[in-house]
């Protein structure tokens, strides 16, 4: 399993056969990417003389060997296509040798580096998680065909069915971090890129290398956003990848988990641990490699009913310039950790308070131009824990 290990800022590339994944790639290497692609490390770990093509004979016989000794891929595809144990034994042979050889050139690059992985089944093969940012390359079908018939000189049906092989454009867009429209020309396309380039990615690396958390910016509400769900998804996939079970619980909490709310643009993110102290140390340098960094300072949160000893927490943000993250360390089980779940479910379950907390909101946001509302401190906040605790009672509620 690839780890986002070091300060190296590593980027998935991936789209489906004909999009212009590959006019991508060469435009972001114009910048400075260094480009890993996966095919090529895929032919080179089983070439002749290496241990991944004798471990192919060994399995499936010289049969998958051309005349020169290298590997017959059409050969093997036929051994392969129809026999699922086949396919995974094949999968058992190369798949560890890329991610080695993977891991091996990004651990090669330049500490400031921007490491461009190109997949093409990246999202298939469930790689998502392991990149800081993924960027699907997206083109209408009809599009895709007309250059595979241009540019590969492919017929149609063969193209229809390579097309069909690989997953859907929903699938690919909902794993990705960006989208880009490849519809246009090739010099809207470059434009794209370098745009991504200059506002997003270089920007995304010097924070990573520095442990630098992008502030979250004014508190301005936006109006509720359908993917917020999806894109915590992608943050919490990405967490895990990163803490495996020393996460306990990724949880979506605060004001964009709740549907139809509108909310400051800010993803906040709850990871159970056991206790704070497995909270610093290597977790939290885990998280700034994944692109978390600690947020400096001391970290609490006031604590329901008001008076009673305030419930500590370690707090870290996103390096990445475009999406604002609260991720909260709490320990599981803790009055803070309990209430930041309970919170949010009674206000998806209560109409009227999500309407009240809403106007609260916005009440305070036109006071306080600054990028903490206060909003805690309010006491509608305790009178919310007293509705919420007797909602809880009453519905048998548990985190």
């Not at 290398?209 to 769900?229: H, Y």
């Not at 102290?277 to 400096?296: E, M, S, T």
């Not at 109409?351 to 909003?375: E, F, I, M, W």
Request: charged share 30%.
């Amino acid at each position: 399993m690839i780890r986002l290990t070091g300060r190296v800022l590593r980027v998935g590339l991936t789209g489906g056969i004909g999009s212009g994944k590959s006019a991508v790639a060469a435009r972001l290497v114009e910048r400075g990417a260094v480009l890993i692609d996966a095919d090529r490390v895929a032919r080179e770990v089983v070439a002749p003389g290496t241990e991944g093509l004798a471990e192919i004979v060994a399995a499936f016989s010289d049969a998958v060997l051309d005349a020169d000794g290298a590997l017959d891929r059409a050969a093997l595809g036929a051994v392969v296509f129809a026999d699922e144990a086949a396919r995974r034994r094949l999968e058992t042979i190369t798949h560890p040798r890329v991610r080695a050889r993977t891991a091996e050139l990004a651990a090669a690059a330049a500490p400031d580096a921007i490491v461009v992985n190109d997949v093409p089944l990246l999202v298939e093969v469930g790689l998502a998680p392991t990149y800081h940012l993924v960027i699907v390359v997206e083109t209408a079908v009809t599009t895709r065909l007309e250059r595979l018939a241009r540019d590969r000189g492919m017929g149609r049906a063969e193209a229809e069915r390579r097309i069909a092989a690989q997953t859907d454009d929903a699938r690919r867009r909902a794993a990705a971090d960006v989208v880009l429209s490849n519809d246009g020309s090739l010099a809207a396309l470059d434009d794209a890129v370098d745009a991504l380039w200059r506002q997003r990615l270089v920007p995304y690396e010097d924070n990573v290398r520095e442990r630098r958390v992008v502030p979250p910016g004014r508190v301005d509400l936006a109006e509720t956003d359908a993917s917020w769900p999806e894109q915590y998804a992608r943050l919490a996939a990405r967490i895990r990848h990163t803490l495996g079970s020393d996460a306990l619980r990724i949880d979506h909490i605060g004001s964009t988990a709740v549907p139809g709310l509108a909310a400051q643009d800010v993803i906040d993110v709850q990871v159970a641990v056991p206790s704070l102290v497995d909270a610093d140390g290597a977790l939290a340098d885990r998280l700034a490699n994944a692109g978390f960094p600690r947020v400096p300072g001391q970290w609490w949160d006031d604590p329901r009913p008001a008076g009673t000893a305030r419930w500590e927490k370690r707090l870290h943000g996103s390096a990445d310039p475009a999406r604002p993250v609260r991720l909260h360390v709490r320990v599981a089980g803790s009055p803070g950790w309990r209430y930041a779940l309970l919170m949010r479910d009674h206000l998806r379950a209560d109409p009227d308070q999500r309407a009240a907390y809403l106007q609260l909101k916005r009440d305070l946001v036109d006071s306080a131009p600054a990028s903490d509302s206060g909003t805690a401190g309010d006491p509608w906040f305790d009178e919310e824990y007293l509705r919420a605790e007797q909602w809880a009672a009453q519905t048998d509620w548990r985190p």
